[in-house]
């Protein structure tokens, strides 16, 4: 137990060891954000992030991945130099394709509908798209093949990554999703009331704002609260959620 302790990730795998003894919460999942579309996801057996930045600031971790998931290579969902760091040997990267030839380990891509399983973690990557924000030059700034989200299934729970995109038909198919994480910040996505429309549609149980270019969230919070039983919880970077 002291050599476990001795490290950061040792002492936070032990304190929530003891919560989950303590609480039952053996089916919890804990999701930290870590900044714009940063997370870190934690079973009870995997590590997982989502989306590890390249540049701008994002709460700095030193716990090893044993998954990640980038969806897409615009580099503020994109970082070599990070998954580099946060991977071990047997980590699986799963990532488009445009994003494989920058690093420098085996990546696994998967197309919208595509699915892989890791041990107890199920991963299907969704659609992700705009249809109404377009770069200057008149196309979209993330064009439908050109990036994922992902629906994470794990300890009987599924938390939904939108990734960058508008609110697109095919969110209205989502089911039974636990938590969706939705971009609100406009621009090169959907903005709070966008988001809040999707959010209602797809009807989670919890949603959270991400990508939110540190716009009010607080517009996307009361749109949704007011038209679903869906609630909606905004962290602070480096905040910790407990999904029961």
């Known amino acids: ?133 377009f770069n200057p030059s008149g196309k979209p700034w993330h064009p439908k093949g050109y990036g994922v989200g992902y629906m994470i299934n794990a300890e009987g729970k599924t938390i939904y990554h939108a990734g960058d995109t508008d609110f697109i038909p095919e969110m209205r198919r989502l089911k039974g999703i636990d938590l969706a994480l939705l971009p609100t910040g406009d621009k090169y996505t959907m903005d709070n009331a966008e988001a809040a429309e999707a959010a209602i549609a797809i009807k989670p149980k919890i949603a959270m704002a991400m990508h939110t270019w540190e716009k009010d969230r607080e517009e996307f919070k009361k749109k949704v609260e007011a038209n679903s039983k869906t609630e909606v919880v905004l962290l602070q970077e480096g905040e910790e959620y407990l999904l029961k």
């Open 1 to 133: 137990m002291a050599i476990l302790l001795a490290t950061e990730a040792g002492l936070k795998f032990y304190m929530r060891s003891q919560f989950i003894r303590k609480t039952g919460a053996s089916m919890a999942i804990f999701v930290k954000w870590l900044g714009h579309a940063s997370f870190q996801i934690r079973t009870s057996d995997k590590i997982i992030y989502i989306d590890l930045k390249k540049y701008g600031k994002m709460v700095e971790t030193s716990e090893k991945a044993d998954i990640i998931l980038v969806t897409h290579n615009h580099g503020d969902h994109f970082s070599p130099p990070r998954i580099k760091k946060l991977s071990k040997k047997e980590t699986v990267v799963i990532a488009p394709k445009n994003c494989a030839s920058r690093i420098d380990v085996t990546v696994k891509s998967l197309k919208p509908g595509e699915e892989i399983t890791v041990d107890s973690v199920k991963i299907e990557a969704v659609e992700a798209y705009n249809i109404k924000r």
